[in-house]
């Protein structure tokens, strides 16, 4: 039986489902030696530090469609394991608008021990189980579960759910389809953020990377505030995406090319464009 590494939380393994649940940003943990990073309680709970109700609606989803999750409990402030190793929203010194001191001018030997301690065995985890299931003969089907805040740099988003997608839309748009069905249900196709520029490292990596089929789902942060709010949403989504799930289409791999033009990374030594020691 395979343990998960501290931090990351592995749900309802056994599940009969081709779906397997990624949820990034599940918690706002920090570890102790970090001292909240510099910041407040209050700051690390809002959308800067997790994805508010992500980790409810996964779980619930998770039940519903039978499926594995494998969610991640670290703060993204303090590696945010969806951002390319190296690149300045990894780590970010600041994020809307709050400045956080623990992300100050961070060195080399601090960076890479944030990457060896958090990044690289969370997306282990994800690799062994994708080639646990292969190896088994099963295509796993990447679902990754997001939240986003309601307002962001002064704009609104009137979005309740947002699914993105790039290159393979096998699985987005028949679950586009199905949301749109409901009725007052305001849908963002590639909204708030799309999956042409904004996908972040998780789904690239060990989906698009690999031809495995995907899609990610983004749901605004008051519509799963609380856990029964939450548990509405797993029960609309799960309704959402059995059928497409049953599509024997979707259980092969994707033949185009859903990379974007600077995918340079071939392996976890490669994970950020830059050779790195996992």
Known sequence: MFTPPPDVELFHAHGRSPALLLCDHAGRRVPA?????????????????????????????????DAPAILNHVSRLVVD?????????????????CVVPGNQALDRAEIERRLREHFFPYHRAVAQHIGRARRA???PVIIAVHSFTPHMNGEDRP?????????DRRLADPVLAALRHHSGLVVGDNQPYSGFTDFGFTVTFHA?????????????QDEIATESAAEAWANLLAAVLQRPLQQPRLLTLFAGDNRPPD????????????????
Request: no cysteine; charged share 25%; net charge positive.
């Open 263 to 278: 995918a340079r990374w071939t392996g976890w030594r490669h994970a950020g464009g830059v050779e790195l020691r996992p």
């Open 159 to 167: 979005w309740q759910v947002g699914v993105l997608w790039r290159g």
């Open 208 to 220: 698009q990377r690999t031809g495995l089929p995907h899609v990610m789902l983004e749901i605004r």
């Open 137 to 139: 003969g099963r295509l």
């Open 33 to 65: 030696r970090l001292g909240n990073l510099g910041i407040g309680e209050e700051a690390l709970s809002r959308h800067i530090g997790w994805d508010i109700g992500a980790a409810d609606l996964t779980r619930g989803l998770a039940r519903r469609l």
């Open 81 to 97: 394991v969806n951002r390319r190793p190296l690149t300045p929203a990894s780590m970010p010194a600041v994020s809307d608008g």
